[in-house]
């Protein structure tokens, strides 16, 4: 994706990603995106990682933290993405676990986590 017209293109809204076209996403994850009302790319940045996580977290689909390192990554820096292995590694691991445990402790139990904040 590091291709400047398809930057411009997807900028002037004549592209249209899909979530497995996301570096680190397929088809599987498309599916589980799908269940929790995530169906493009740009809902899934609009949702953020974060809250994708959690939401799939709270449906009892029970994703392992590579799930998480793969929305981060798959998001940033848009629309290349970075590796899951770097974000695991990286800087950013802390701040995402610690925003997930705060994102799930902000929540009524029951409640949806897009409604928590």
Request: charged share 25%; proline share 3%; glycine share 8%.
């Amino acid at each position: 994706m590091r291709n400047s017209k398809v930057r411009q293109r997807i900028a002037a809204g004549k592209l249209k990603l899909r979530i497995r076209d996301l570096r680190n996403l397929g088809v599987k994850s498309e599916q589980m995106l799908a269940s929790i009302g995530i169906h493009t790319a740009d809902g899934l940045r609009r949702q953020g990682a974060v809250r994708a996580y959690a939401e799939l977290k709270r449906t009892g689909q029970a994703p392992s933290l590579n799930v998480l390192w793969a929305l981060a990554g798959a998001l940033d820096p848009w629309p290349e993405g970075t590796h899951w292995r770097e974000v695991a590694r990286g800087e950013a691991r802390l701040s995402l676990l610690l925003a997930v445990e705060d994102l799930e402790n902000a929540a009524a139990p029951g409640r949806s986590f897009s409604r928590a904040l």
